[in-house]
Nanobody, 123 residues
Framework: QVQLEESGGGLVQAGGSLRLSCAAS????????MGWFRQAPGKEREFVAR????????HYADSVKGRFTISRDNAKNTVYLQMNSLKPEDTAVYYC????????????????WGQGTQVTVSS
């Protein structure tokens, strides 16, 4: 059992930055691959980024590559998403996900999900 809680969302102007955090419960956090997803109103949830348990492997959706950075601090049981050069199309609810599989964590079938945090980018 893993519980996830996102924070750090808010309202920001285009070109600005936000840093999202996802705090996880559990004693084996480093054993889980972690991912970030986002969902705009009326749209499907889409993959944003993922990171391996050790932090050695990272992968990003093409839409955010070069602007977003995923990282983790296993001592704090926390994964981060640094978002720079934000665009209005980045507006969505952002969700944190966890899974024992680096493959499954990049899909909507990931084992664990947070409740989400709202990110709104104004033009």
């Amino acid at each position: 059992q893993v519980q996830l809680e996102e924070s750090g969302g808010g309202l920001v102007q285009a070109g600005g930055s936000l840093r999202l955090s996802c705090a996880a419960s559990g004693r084996t956090f480093s054993s889980y691959a972690m991912g970030w997803f986002r969902q705009a109103p009326g749209k499907e949830r889409e993959f944003v980024a993922r990171i391996s348990g050790s932090g050695g492997m990272k992968h990003y959706a093409d839409s955010v590559k070069g602007r977003f950075t995923i990282s983790r601090d296993n001592a704090k049981n926390t994964v981060y998403l640094q978002m720079n050069s934000l665009k209005p199309e980045d507006t969505a609810v952002y969700y944190c996900a966890a899974d024992s599989s680096i493959v499954t964590v990049a899909t909507r079938l990931a084992d664990y999900w947070g409740q989400g945090t709202q990110v709104t980018v104004s033009s």
